[in-house]
């Protein structure tokens, strides 16, 4: 069908109106010549306001004055800067803000002079979105590196390339890139050897119907550095628990393990370092306390020759002498081995111990005070008590600490009160308590005031630690250290621990 | 008479396995031995003034070896003490040696050592006994004397001539002499010298 005359403009003139992208012509001087709806909307001019108008007025200042440049150059070498390419440029609305748009220009072929016609997309929003986008993301990448903390994604079922954040590489010393082996894989080269076991059980819960898990463990990186790892993660599955996606975050915790584990040290050294002073300064009673068995010894030894020398010697008496030195010579490696075991350097375990069987060991230590002090010591155990979960010499130091104080607090007592009374109890709500009696001057106001401070003391060659480090002690086996005046005369001091789980009756 | 009972070591020990190893010592040189595990049960044992000699702890919880001590000399118990130390007594053993004791002895001791000083500390006892007897029988002599002849002996002793006392009586020089004669007779003097010191260890104890 032949077209009617105009036809072909009216087609034209449809199309650039039904267009979504601004569209412009322009004569080779730059002129508009056609300015679509679209353009309309976006630029807020209507097409008689530009029509015939240099197409500078839609441009904002740097690129209006280089526009006329670009035409120049093109029309003299035929070099296109932007025709046939297409690249994001700035324009200007009438009301004079710029926006970012996306600019194609193509050259109107056949025609002489040459004109353009440009399409303009405005991008403003979608600008937007890739910078929030883009920022978003590099707070994501500074938090984690920030937290040292990088997050995962798994796909098992391959719908898409497994995800490592920048950060979790470099936690786990991997390169991205490079290495495309499966999470569990990496973990698994990595993992320290001691941990390995529980990392297994760990990836093992996963494939069960368990949904997620969360634990610590040690990786040891490429340069021998061991790291310390605390990892949360979660499986999704679909209606048939197939799993779909494995995500998870690992925090590299090996800082706050080191800080931790330094202040575990200086406490456990502090400690250590309390009782070797407390045996320094029981030093002389101790020496007493062995030299009693080996003075004993010698004693028998010496009478057993003279026995055997007597003609008229009886046997009963040598066998008797005998066996008493034998006895002794026990009596007095006792003595060192519980010395021994109080003073050595040890790690700090905690077991269920029995507080009536734990102040029975302790009285030949404590007693090794009482008598140098001319004190005496009793022991009222109430019998049946649960055991508590807790470190037996960390435990013995307190009490033998309490007791010495109870010790000291009576050095001007009258010797019919110079008694020390230990005690032992279960409370209703089913903790132990055990009691330290002494029968002293009591405590004055302002020494209660500052008993628990640490380097604070009242005695002459003592540290002020011992109340300090007994409290914590105490406190780190989840019970109270705390006292009230006795009856009648004197102090008591009491510490509650927690019956240990396994041991409750009833 | 006093030298018919034996002196015995008595030992005040808390610690049984010392206590136990002197008893068996000493039985082993044949000395006869008591043992008592306190101060206290020792004085309710009234042994204090028997023969012999005590081996102290120093060292004890109650009564301590020093406040047994002081009991004792309170009782004026002549027995000896022989005081135990351990290492770092050695001023309570000053203490004790300036409060009467005979001797102390740092455990762990040589038997003999320990022995050697048993012996010493029982010839000093059975000396301060013979003295003591020696006292006794001064006193009771005296106790004999009429209070005239007791007159007569003062002035004797204060060194006064026949004639002097005489004086001093207003009794005849015949008296005096005879007063004399019957107070060195009872006395059991045999000389005037005698007589004084006699008179004299008797005064200075009583003082």
Redesign the interface.
């Known amino acids: 069908m032949p077209r009617r005359p105009g036809e072909a403009e009216l087609e034209f003139k449809s199309l650039l109106d039904a267009a979504v992208d601004a569209i412009i012509v322009i004569d080779h001087r730059g002129r508009i010549e056609q300015f679509s709806l679209a353009a309309e909307r976006i630029f807020g001019y209507t097409a008689a306001e530009v029509l015939g108008q240099n197409v500078e007025v839609l441009m904002p200042g740097p690129y209006r004055a280089e526009h006329d440049t670009y035409m120049d150059n093109y029309q003299q070498t035929g070099e296109a800067k932007i025709i046939g390419i297409g690249r994001e440029v700035k324009a200007q609305r009438k009301d004079g803000s710029v926006f970012a748009c996306e600019l194609a220009v193509g050259r109107v072929q056949g025609v002489v002079p040459p004109r353009f016609i440009g399409f303009i997309r405005d991008i403003t929003l979608r600008k937007l979105a890739d910078e929030r986008l883009r920022r978003s993301e590099s707070e994501l990448r500074l938090a984690q590196q920030l937290a040292n903390l990088g997050n995962y994604v798994v796909n098992p079922d391959q719908s898409g390339p497994d995800y490592f954040s920048p950060q979790l590489c470099r936690i786990l010393g991997i390169d991205a890139a490079a290495e495309t082996l499966p999470l569990a894989a990496v973990l698994e080269r990595r993992v320290h050897p001691g941990d390995r076991a529980m990392l297994d059980e760990v990836f093992r819960e996963l494939d069960s119907p368990g949904n997620s898990f969360d634990c610590e463990y040690r990786i040891v990186l490429d340069d021998g550095t061991t790291r310390h790892l605390h990892h949360i993660a979660q499986v999704t599955r679909d209606a048939k628990g197939t799993p779909l996606k494995h995500i998870g975050t690992i925090h590299d915790v090996t800082d706050r393990r080191a800080t931790e584990d330094e202040a575990r040290q200086l406490q456990e050294r502090l400690t250590h370092f309390s009782r070797l002073s407390t045996m320094g300064e029981m030093a002389a009673g101790l020496a007493h306390e062995i030299n009693q068995p080996l003075a004993a010894i010698a004693t028998y030894a010496q009478a057993c020759q003279r026995f055997v020398r007597s003609p008229d010697r009886d046997d009963a008496d040598v066998l008797e002498a005998l066996e008493q030195i034998s006895v002794q010579a026990l009596r007095a490696g006792e003595v060192i081995r519980r010395l021994r075991n109080f003073v050595k350097n040890r790690e700090v375990k905690r077991e269920p111990v029995d507080c009536n069987r734990l102040l029975d060991d302790l009285r030949t230590l404590a007693e090794t005070d009482a008598r140098l002090h001319n004190v005496r010591l009793r022991i009222e155990a109430a019998p049946g008590l649960p055991s508590v979960y807790a470190d037996p010499i960390q435990l013995q130091q307190v009490v033998l600490n309490l007791v010495r104080n109870a010790i000291d607090a009576m050095s001007e007592a009258p010797e019919t009160r110079r008694e020390v009374l230990l005690s032992t109890r279960q409370l209703p709500d089913g903790e132990i308590e055990i009691i330290v009696a002494d029968h002293g001057s009591g405590l004055a106001p302002e020494a209660a005031e500052h008993l628990f401070n640490p380097f604070f003391t009242t005695k002459s060659g003592g540290t002020g630690l011992g109340l300090a480090i007994s409290r914590s002690i105490v406190r780190a086996h989840g019970g109270r250290l705390w006292h009230t005046p006795n009856e009648g005369t004197g102090a008591r001091f009491h510490f509650t621990l927690p019956a240990s789980p396994a041991s409750k009756r009833e | 008479m006093i030298k018919e009972i034996k002196p015995t070591v008595f030992v005040v020990d808390d610690?049984a396995?010392?206590r136990?190893?002197?008893r068996?010592?000493l039985?082993?040189?044949g000395l006869p031995v008591e043992v008592f595990e306190s101060g206290q049960e020792f004085l309710d044992a009234d042994r204090d003034d028997r023969p012999g000699c005590l081996v102290l702890d120093i060292?004890?919880?109650?009564?301590?070896g020093l406040?047994l001590q002081v009991k004792l000399n309170e009782r004026h118990s002549i027995l000896p003490i022989i005081f135990i130390t351990?290492?770092?007594d050695v001023p309570m053993a000053v203490e004790a040696m300036q409060a009467g004791a005979v001797d102390f002895i740092q455990?762990?001791?040589?038997?003999q050592d320990l022995l050697d000083r048993i012996n010493q500390a029982l010839e000093k006892d059975a000396g301060s006994r013979r003295m003591l007897a020696e006292r006794n029988m001064i006193r009771k002599r005296l106790e004999s004397l009429t209070p005239r002849e007791k007159e007569v002996l003062d002035l004797v002793v204060a060194g006064k001539a026949n004639k002097v006392i005489a004086g001093d009586l207003n009794l005849s020089q015949r008296t005096v002499e005879i007063h004399r004669a019957r107070v060195m007779e009872k006395m059991e003097a045999h000389s005037l010298a005698h007589l004084v010191r006699m008179v004299l260890e008797v005064e200075r104890t009583d003082e």
């Open positions: 610690d396995a010392v136990d190893s002197l068996m010592l039985k082993s040189v060292r004890m919880p109650g009564m301590s406040e351990g290492h770092g455990k762990p001791f040589r038997d």
